[in-house]
């Protein structure tokens, strides 16, 4: 079992910052990457930045510039700095952890940004 708890959601004003941080636990053999992706309602799920266990990073053309994804300082830890947010990044963002030959899903949490 491998579980990931993501924290750091909550409302903010546009053009405001938040951080976002993903803690995976359980039976990790091996980690190839860690990212956040996000979805609105009535939206599927897209990618919103990844990084791969070598320190390779992807980000979505609407957030580059704005969003930072970096490890943790935790081991099995991933971080997403998002700066200058508006209306449009409004979402539940899910941490997913790809390892151990599968894809794993955190709960996810809110952000909304209000403006």
């Known amino acids: 079992q491998v579980q990931l708890v993501e924290s750091g959601g909550g409302l903010v004003q546009a053009g405001g910052s938040l951080r976002l941080s993903c803690a995976a636990s359980?039976?990790?053999?091996?980690?190839?990457?860690m990212g956040w992706y996000r979805q609105a309602p009535g939206k599927q799920r897209d990618l919103v930045a990844t990084?791969?266990?070598?320190?390779?990073?992807t980000y979505a053309d609407s957030v580059k510039g704005r969003f930072t994804i970096s490890r943790g300082n935790a081991q099995n830890t991933v971080d997403l700095q998002m700066s200058r947010l508006n209306t449009e990044d409004t979402a539940a963002y899910y941490c997913g952890l790809l390892g151990n030959g599968r894809l794993y899903w955190g709960q996810g949490t809110q952000v909304t940004v209000s403006s």
């Open positions: 359980g039976n990790i053999f091996v980690i190839n990457a």
């Open positions: 990084i791969t266990s070598d320190g390779s990073t």
